[in-house]
């Protein structure tokens, strides 16, 4: 897992794909639009950022997704929680206190969206609870962010690295 900070995140992408692969850094694209690299197809990356910061997850031989965002006021994030999370995920946000629930969401929301991430569905995997054995860590990327990071694969260990 590398913690890009203020790069462009498409140059921090590239610069750590680079430090994996001799190939060329040649992008295809799967079904929903997931990024692979055509010579390293067993070399598995995903790239969220926001807020300035970007993360970018590597695997090797496992689909791997992840998801950073800023925390933000968001009233209404009790109604995208129920249209766009899986139903138990958004009935423990009502469950969550007022003043924790914006914050809470962001957690849910990033978990959530690292693994349809790794599944390659992006934001068509809404709404859906995943199966399978999984792992997802929180990211610490600063009081400001919520972050995850996921791979379908049950014990995988997380490493940090900075760009």
């Not at 750590?16 to 067993?42: N, S, V, W």
């Not at 959530?112 to 999984?134: F, I, N, P, Q, V």
Request: net charge negative.
């Amino acid at each position: 897992m590398w913690l890009a900070g203020r790069l462009p995140s498409r140059d921090a992408l590239r610069a750590i794909l680079g430090r994996y692969t001799a190939g060329d850094l040649e992008f295809a694209h799967g079904p929903h639009g997931k990024p692979y690299l055509r010579d390293a197809p067993q070399l598995q990356f995903n790239l969220s950022h926001s807020g300035g910061v970007s993360l970018v997850a590597v695997a090797l031989d496992v689909e791997v997704g992840v998801d950073i965002e800023r925390l933000r006021p968001m009233p209404d994030c009790q109604a995208v929680a129920e249209r766009f999370l899986a139903p138990e995920d958004a009935a423990a946000l009502a469950e969550t206190p007022a003043v924790e629930r914006e914050r809470e969401f962001f957690i849910r929301w990033t978990r959530s969206e690292a693994m349809w991430k790794a599944r390659g569905l992006g934001l068509y995997g809404a709404g859906t609870a995943l199966d399978g054995d999984w792992t997802v860590v929180p990211i610490d990327a600063g009081e400001e962010f919520a972050a995850a990071v996921a791979a379908e694969r049950s014990g995988m260990a997380v490493e940090m690295r900075q760009v």
